[in-house]
């Protein structure tokens, strides 16, 4: 059964930082595509960031110099640190294995940036 858990979200002012993980399960994790998205209340669900079994990676234009996706195959987690948040920041934000067939996904994390 696979399995994506996410981890590290909050309550964040403005400016400040938080790192998002995400630990998978049932997967050959060094062969996926691994992505965070978030969705906002009444918005569609945007990409943020990817990450390539290469480590290749891609940005949302909004996230470009504040946000970095990384990931650690030993431990089967992929992480986002996320800096410098601003409120528009806010979402629930949600692991992605991607490969060949079905993605999978997380439960997602609640980001909450606000003063």
Do not use: H
Not at 82 to 93: F, G, H, I, S
């Amino acid at each position: 059964q696979v399995q994506l858990v996410e981890s590290g979200g909050g309550l964040v002012q403005p400016g400040g930082s938080l790192r998002l993980s995400c630990a998978a399960s049932g997967i050959t994790f060094s062969r996926y595509i691994l992505g965070w998205y978030r969705q906002s209340p009444g918005k569609q669900r945007e990409l943020v960031a990817t990450i390539t079994r290469f480590y290749g990676t891609n940005y949302a234009d909004s996230v470009q110099g504040r946000f970095t996706i990384s990931r650690d195959n030993a431990k089967n987690t992929v992480y986002l640190q996320m800096n410098t948040l601003k409120p528009e920041d806010t979402a629930v934000y949600y692991c992605n294995a991607a490969l060949l067939g079905p993605d999978y996904w997380g439960q997602g994390a609640q980001v909450t940036v606000s003063s």
